[in-house]
């Protein structure tokens, strides 16, 4: 079956702009989430969804950074602003529920460059 | 808080024989733990995981892994490495309380190569 998709896969845009990354979850899970990879390292979390509600944005590093998934399937993260130091590549993940035991599934990442 | 620690930035094995890639972790409750591929300009790929029970736990691709909890270790192993299994390897866990929502916190990384 299809895995998680991200779309673009690349973007690059200037310092001040704004950008949104979109991400396509595994159909019928309940659970996303968002995490974010600097070069050399594991991915962070960011934001986790249950449904169409944020359950948990503690790993979103300032108020720049928001998303949304407003039918529960579909996830956008929206970055306003941008500055260079936002440069990573964006993963998204899925799981069936937010139960520890379920893995999560990650689809390919967006990586965005902030020239 | 939880914490995962992959001690080796790289580790270096020949094509035929065994590897070993090092994981520590630390959590307040019991952990769930996880082991995940990622190949280049990839997303993470799922390869195995630790819940409960059996402390030798089977993966893809013919990798396992042995959960000790005197010693909070996950050791990723594979008992002939393919020039195929190199890539970065990501050892990550999830602290379980009641049940629930728990995060997931991933180490920094270890980067396999296997030399043919």
């Known amino acids: 079956g299809a895995g998680v998709s991200q779309t673009p896969s690349n973007k690059v845009t200037e310092k001040g702009k704004y950008v949104e990354l979109r991400c396509d979850p595994i159909?019928?899970?309940?659970?996303l989430y968002w995490y974010r990879q600097s070069l050399g390292q594991g991915p962070e979390f960011l934001i986790y969804?249950?449904?169409?509600?944020?359950?948990?944005d503690s790993g979103l590093p300032n108020d720049r950074f928001f998303a949304v998934r407003p039918e529960g399937s579909v996830s956008t993260l929206k970055i306003q602003r941008t500055e260079r130091g936002d440069s990573a590549v964006y993963l998204c993940?899925?799981?069936?529920?937010?139960?520890?035991?379920?893995?999560?599934?990650f689809g390919p990442g967006t990586r965005l460059t902030v020239l | 808080a939880q914490s995962v620690a992959q001690p080796e930035d790289q580790v270096n094995v020949a094509e035929g024989n065994p590897l070993t890639v090092k994981c520590t972790y630390s959590?307040?409750?019991?952990?769930?733990l996880f082991w995940y591929v990622q190949y280049p300009n990839r997303g993470l790929q799922f390869l195995l995981k630790?819940?409960?029970?059996?402390?030798l736990v089977k993966g893809s691709y013919g990798f396992e892994a042995e959960f000790n909890k005197s010693q909070t270790s996950f050791h990723l192993k594979k008992p002939s490495a393919l020039v195929s299994d190199s890539a970065l390897y990501f050892c990550?866990?999830?602290?379980?309380?009641?049940?629930?929502?728990?995060?997931?916190?991933f180490g920094t990384g270890t980067k396999l190569q296997v030399i043919p």
């Open positions: 993940a899925s799981s069936l529920t937010p139960d520890g035991t379920d893995t999560q599934y």
């Open positions: 159909s019928g899970h309940t659970a």
């Open positions: 969804f249950q449904g169409t509600g944020a359950a948990d």
């Open positions: 959590v307040s409750g019991n952990p769930y």
């Open positions: 630790y819940i409960t029970g059996d402390n």
């Open positions: 990550a866990v999830r602290d379980l309380f009641s049940g629930g929502y728990q995060k997931v916190t």
